[in-house]
């Protein structure tokens, strides 16, 4: 019964991941422009996104373009697009592999090594839609960052860290947990056949009888 709570609570956080790693690709809020020292025009926001840029107007008026040329871009860019598209296709899949586990347990419960085989293909899915998320997150993040603070690079072109990098990085956090956990299914169904039904032993001897002899129990022999 524990186990089973167990597996519906990293579906649940799997699901919350595969809808947060959609968000963050689809959310122009990727890079936000700051408003700093003498940049006095705050009824103005610009986000930047991985496929659009949008202009804010006192969060009453919003106008977005989507970029004209895919050949135009920055490679970086480009990786990123590549890098979250493939998170989402995988944590869709990582997500369906989780559901057939779940079912699957409640259905053949003698049966845990086809168990671990769903719950090992969900857990390692999951821990790499993770990683795949947290690459460009982090990187778009540390680039914002290292921006911000240098000198060199003007005022206006400085960008503070958008909502779409805090949406990754949560739900990079659930899908590593939830992979975590369903790997760690994988080692207790892997286990549980050992531990439950351990092998006996094909001789069994009784006890010695009154003369003093020993006694074999009857063996089958097939």
Known sequence: MACCALQIIGLIFGGVGMVGTL????????????????NIVVFETIWEGLWMDCISQMGIRLQCKFYDSILALPPPL????????????LSIIAFLMAIVGVKYTHWTKEDPQGISIFMLAAGVAFLVTGVLVLIP???TGGSIIHDFYDAKVPTPLKRELGAALYVGWVSAAFLVIAGAMYCSFWCWAGATPKSRYPSLPHHRLHKPNMAGGTLLSMQAYV
């Open 137 to 139: 997150v982090s990187w």
């Open 78 to 89: 480009e990786a990123f697009r590549a890098l979250m598209c493939t998170a989402v296709l």
């Open 23 to 38: 968000a963050a690709t689809a959310m122009p809020q990727w890079r936000v422009s700051a408003h700093i020292d003498s």
